[in-house]
């Protein structure tokens, strides 16, 4: 069981299942998202996703006419994103996850348009836009 919170604290989840890819997305939307020089993300499925507490505290900002963002309203923290035509999956802000895991399937993406002042100095795959 994968359990997670915002930074206050208010929002909490769970998930059972496992992490199965950690994509790192450089794109623009997701640096200014994120606040940071990218967002750590993976999928999972909305039938294993659980909301623990905090769902009043959940709002959303549509980024582009068919993807929302969901955040804490109280503290900020992105919590996942949607996409309308992915019903079924939401993909996890990993940033807000507290509990220990290990994923071999790291790569990232949208490497033609990450920050100027950032070397991706790893060996993960990387990808100019989506992964193929």
């Known amino acids: 069981m994968i359990e997670g919170s915002c930074l206050c604290g208010g929002v909490r989840y769970q998930y059972d299942g496992e992490i199965g890819e950690i994509s790192i997305c450089h794109c ?3 640096r200014k998202a994120q606040g940071s020089v990218f967002a750590a993300v993976t999928p ?7 909301l623990i507490t905090g ?3 959940l709002r959303e900002y549509r980024s582009s006419p068919d ?3 969901v955040f804490c309203s109280r503290c900020g923290s992105p919590i996942y994103s ?4 992915l019903p079924g999956v939401r993909r996890l802000r990993l940033g807000t996850v507290d ?3 290990a994923c071999d399937n790291v790569f990232h993406i949208f490497v033609d348009s990450k920050a100027s002042w950032w070397d991706v100095g790893d ?5 100019a836009e989506r992964k193929p």
């Open 99 to 101: 509990t220990p895991f």
């Open 28 to 30: 623009a939307q997701c």
């Open 67 to 69: 993807k929302a963002r």
């Open 44 to 50: 999972v499925a909305l039938d294993k996703f659980r």
């Open 123 to 127: 060996t993960h795959p990387r990808y």
């Open 55 to 57: 769902a009043e505290l």
């Open 82 to 85: 949607a996409k309308d035509d």
